[in-house]
């Protein structure tokens, strides 16, 4: 694979994470009610609230097809619920390779090693679309952001485990189906369909397991995201850190260009 190939599809990893099983009993409790009870199985609100500025170090798996891939290194930082930043550091033919993409708001950029470019419209898009379910999987954005509308599907089998199903619809986006584990009332899962790039009209899950609690909050240390039924990606938390502002300097892009 060529270093420009690699590049591409690293870069492409950063933006970014079922079984014909028998249903389980339905009870009658609400939409509403289950992402608030979900909410406090978090820790709150305020709690959740908090990472919303945090610098996260993380090791993960890189999947290429069939059963190889490349382990990585990252590091992410995070603003709000619109500007990010995440570097992914590997080794590739014996020589470390580095991306970085930073989104802030409507535009962003990518830098793979010396090079420096504006990210594409279609890689934005999918950069925001994974920013909009980031921000639906903190769960309280459902009960105070009024352009969220929830609706509570028919109950499921999810590895073994009875699921509640959400639904979660925005105008002009997709819609988000949430997995909540009816036991720990923990998310398990989160499916959407990508409307972009390689993937547009195919499904991509996200499933999450191992929560331990940090910063008051409970949070899931790895995550696993499969497009169109293959595992793509794997990440395992390895810390995070709080921060009471974020250096608006990562943001900025680099004064390097593309040759």
Known sequence: M?????????????????????????????????????????????????????????????????????????????????????????????????????????????????????????????????NRVANATKLYPLLTDSRYAIERLADKMDGGQGVFVLKVSSKDHPDITLFINQKTLLLARVSFTSTTGKYKGKLIEEVYSDYRKKAGTKIAHLRTIHRDGAKYFETELLSLEILTQVEPSLFKKPNKDLP
Request: glycine share 8%; proline share 1%.
């Open 2 to 130: 060529s270093r420009l190939r690699n590049c591409f599809v690293f870069a492409l990893a950063l933006t970014l994470i079922q079984g014909s099983l028998p249903l389980v009993a339905q009870d009658k409790t609400d939409a509403t009610a289950i992402v608030q009870r979900a909410i406090a199985a978090l820790g709150g609100e305020d709690a959740i609230r908090k990472t919303e500025h945090s610098h996260m170090t993380l090791n993960g798996k890189l999947y290429l097809g069939s059963d190889k891939h490349r382990l990585f290194r990252m590091e992410s930082w995070v603003d709000g619920t619109s500007r990010s930043r995440t570097e992914m550091r590997m080794t590739v033919d014996g020589k470390e390779l580095v991306v970085v993409k930073a989104v802030s708001g409507n535009t962003g950029w990518l830098m793979a090693g010396d090079a420096v470019s504006d990210i594409g419209a279609d890689e934005l898009k999918e950069a925001q679309a994974s």
